[in-house]
């Protein structure tokens, strides 16, 4: 009951401030821009000119759900991380700093619960960004796109797939549960920083920089060998529900390791939050 | 209600606290004197858990804090220097999300408090419509909410004006008086602390230097102040007789011991020199506090 409380403060906090919606309004804004160059430039007859070139008609398979998957992917690579670790290295950096942590911390409270409530409020908020981006993607192309087949091509991961609209549309629920795994992962690693004695801009910089240093190692060829030691390897296994047939075994791994890296992330910014002294 | 016992605080290589020991008994107000980086801030942080001592006991309410955090604070409410809130969220949920860390607070308690500390009518507005004194009265509220035995107050007067000042003075009498509390006040005003404590513990850089009572300040050395025709020659005259141990300030002499301000009259009459006022010096707190830095020095 006590910790139902503490979660439902952290939520209050999190959602009752102007901040967190940040990353929302630059999705909607990113994907109606986004929409628009899909439209109006060479994007939409590429991909068209693509389908033709493999014997299907294009005009089957430039639907909704098929545009919305072509949307997602920069703003899953770009904006996603950018605004997890914006709100994951608020989490208890901003708290710190603006001095309310130290009103709390005056209150019989254990330490390790008022951290596991504000990273559970950083999971809900992982998962209501990424909810948000899917229905808002799938959405705005919903107005310019017909309700139709669903294609997804990517050829780094060899994926070539065509489906009917219902099955499209549950592959594309299924793969927005990975994305918010995603999401989880770069607010534990940012709500990690923040559990030390730093400003909030330094623990989203750091998170950030710990993606973005993921992300340069992958492109090194020699790192070839390497790309499991590597965040965006598993990042990518979203797309994966894509693949024909779908790499289970690839998944199960992926998720395993994820949901390992953000608990032992949480873990080790608790266990700095409690040897941590708090002053004003 | 308070007891530290030897209680030492290191920051890296840097000694915070040393070796520190006071007792708050229960129902008093006591406060804690220093200049900026004394200690007393690290002290209170100690107090409530939120700075980890290096050594010694802390134990509030009978529970020590480092073990046993949620029941010695169970009954302890504090307010800091410039207090933090949620400025985009209202004063009520302000007061219902701090006093949930204690325990579940019925609406009708969040009401009374609003009430006792003057904010009703303002509780739905949100925080950064507050002004400095409104914010120092949400304070207390959030202070209050779980009923407590013992108020820890952190420069609670920081930022306020004159006026909030004084209300601030006023409150904490009242909560003394109408709700019987302990109180542990650190300040920088001298007066408010001369106004206020019943006892006082100073610190200077982490170490106690002083703890007594109020009256006790005021009375650690007999001084007399004497106003003669010639102070020089009747200083002279009376430690020729041993009736004074020291002088000081060409104006003020300490009695030896055992010795009244009649013997002083007395002699100074037998020996032809006019005395035109006797009186005995109370020393202002802050005139024993600059002499007690001063020594420390």
């Known amino acids: ?280 | 209600m308070i007891s530290l016992k030897n209680v030492r605080k290191m920051f890296g290589q840097r000694l915070a606290v040393d070796d520190l020991s006071l007792e708050v008994p229960r129902g008093e107000i006591y406060g804690l004197l220093g200049h900026n980086g004394a200690g007393k801030s690290t002290a209170i942080g100690m107090m409530l858990g939120q700075v980890w001592a290096s050594g010694g006991d802390v134990r509030v309410c009978g529970y020590e804090v480092t073990g046993n955090r949620r029941r010695a604070l169970q009954n302890v409410g504090a307010i800091f220097e410039s207090p933090a809130f949620y400025d985009y969220l209202s004063g009520w949920r302000n007061l219902e999300i701090l006093s949930s860390y204690t325990a579940a607070t019925p609406r009708r308690r969040i009401q009374e408090v609003i009430e006792w500390v003057g904010l009703k009518g303002r509780e739905d507005s949100k925080v950064r419509t507050y002004s400095h004194g409104m914010r120092a009265r949400l304070a207390l509220a959030q202070a209050l909410l779980p009923n407590p035995q013992l108020l820890i107050l952190d420069e609670p007067s920081d930022g306020l004006d004159p006026q909030g000042i004084h209300e601030m003075r006023q409150t904490i009498l009242r909560l003394k008086k109408e709700l019987g509390l302990t109180i542990l006040l650190s300040s920088h005003y001298l007066s408010e602390v001369e106004q206020l404590c019943d006892r006082i513990a100073v610190l200077n850089q982490g170490k106690k230097v002083f703890e007594g009572t109020l009256a006790e300040t005021k009375q650690r050395e007999q001084w007399v102040r004497l106003n003669v025709g010639d102070f020089e020659a009747a200083v002279r005259d009376l430690r020729q007789a041993k009736l004074i141990q020291d002088q000081r300030d060409g104006s003020l002499v300490a009695l030896a011991e055992g010795i009244g301000t009649d013997k002083i009259v007395r002699r100074l009459v037998e020996q032809g020199m006019p005395v035109y006022e006797i009186a005995k010096a109370e020393e202002t707190l802050e005139q024993f506090y600059l002499r007690l830095m001063t020594g420390a020095k």
């Open chain 1, 1 to 280: 009951m006590m910790f139902y409380r503490h979660l439902k403060n952290e939520l209050w906090k999190l959602f009752g401030k102007k901040r967190t919606y940040i990353g929302f309004g630059a999705f909607l804004v990113a994907q109606n821009a986004m929409l628009l160059i899909f439209h109006f430039s060479r994007w939409q007859r590429n991909l068209e000119g693509m389908l033709a070139g493999n014997g299907y008609v294009a005009a089957e398979f430039v639907s909704a759900l098929t545009v919305a998957v072509v949307l997602l992917l920069p703003q899953v690579v770009l904006l996603m991380p950018l605004y997890a670790a914006l709100v994951g290295g608020d989490l208890v950096a901003k708290e710190a700093e603006d001095g309310t942590l130290r009103m709390i911390l005056s209150r019989p409270v254990s330490r390790f619960n008022l951290m596991l409530a504000k990273w559970i409020a950083g999971v809900i908020f992982s998962i209501a960004l990424v909810l948000t981006l899917g229905i808002t993607a799938v959405g705005f192309a919903r107005l310019w796109f017909p309700w139709r087949s669903m294609a997804v091509v990517w050829p780094p991961l060899e994926i070539f797939s065509l489906v009917d609209p219902q099955t499209g549309f549950g592959l594309y629920a299924c793969s927005h549960a990975f994305m918010a795994l995603n999401a989880c992962t770069v607010v534990s690693l940012a709500f990690m920083f923040s559990c030390f004695n730093m400003k909030p801009a330094a623990a989203t910089i750091l998170a950030l920089s710990f993606v973005i240093f993921n992300l340069v190692m992958e492109m090194i060829p020699f790192m070839e060998r390497f790309h499991e030691y590597l965040l965006p390897y598993h990042f990518r296994i979203w797309l994966y529900m894509y693949a024909s047939p779908v790499p289970w075994e690839r998944i199960v791994q992926s998720v395993s390791i994820l949901a390992a890296f953000s608990v032992t992330t949480f873990l080790v910014g608790a266990a700095a939050f409690q040897a941590r002294d708090i002053k004003s």
